[in-house]
């Protein structure tokens, strides 16, 4: 009676050990591929390249951290955008001598680069 019952046993706890292993597998890869996601995309982002959106699966995990990080970025190079906008106008206005537009031009470049906050020691090279 009791090999029988333990040989059943033991095949009842080999099931349930492998599907734990199975699921444990499965919903670490829904969490762990897109952090390795975000962090090549992240990596990307703070070489430079402010265009590039993260991008993940319909059933990947961590969609609102990909959402807030997107819309920081969308954030950042839109006011970028504007900055070398800004930098254009002043070239523009340097060629054509226009002390007037210049005036106009650095207060503008001022006024997008004022909503930045930013960290003391960046204040060493003023």
């Known amino acids: 009676f009791f090999v029988p019952l333990f040989f059943i046993l033991l095949v009842v706890v080999g099931a349930i050990a492998l599907a734990g292993m199975a699921t444990f597998m499965i919903l670490s890869h829904r969490i762990a591929g897109p952090l390795f996601r975000i962090e090549e995309d992240l990596k990307e982002i703070k070489s430079g390249n402010l265009a590039k959106r993260i991008q993940l699966r319909k059933t990947d995990q961590l969609v609102q951290l990909k959402e807030g990080i997107n819309s920081l970025v969308i954030s950042l190079d839109e006011r970028i955008g504007r900055i070398k906008d800004s930098i254009d106008f002043v070239e523009q206005s340097l060629s054509q001598k226009d002390q007037s ?10 006024s997008n680069l004022d909503k930045f906050k930013v960290s003391e020691s960046s204040a060493e090279y003023k």
Do not use: G, I
Not at 101 to 110: D, H, I, P
């Open 101 to 110: 537009k210049l005036s106009e031009a650095v207060t503008q470049l001022k």
